[in-house]
């Protein structure tokens, strides 16, 4: 009896300490930063579409 709420216990605990990590995953995303990348060589249409890529990937909203 005791082995099935011990175990019951630790199920609970692992799914409620998930769900809040992923509460506090997607609360620290939502401030996105403001400024844009400022290159200072300039980059080719390549690198250009790498970096848009990047950020997609990423999650990144478009700007």
């Known amino acids: 009896m ?3 709420i011990v175990v019951g216990l630790a199920i609970f ?7 809040l990590a992923a509460k506090k995953q997607k609360a620290a995303a939502a401030p996105a930063a403001t ?3 400022a290159p200072m ?7 250009l579409a790498l970096y848009k890529k990047s950020q997609v990937e990423s999650g990144m909203k478009k700007k």
């Open 41 to 47: 060589i300039q980059a080719s249409a390549a690198d």
């Open 2 to 4: 005791k082995k099935i």
């Open 13 to 19: 605990a692992v799914s409620t300490s998930a769900a």
């Open 35 to 37: 400024a844009s990348p």
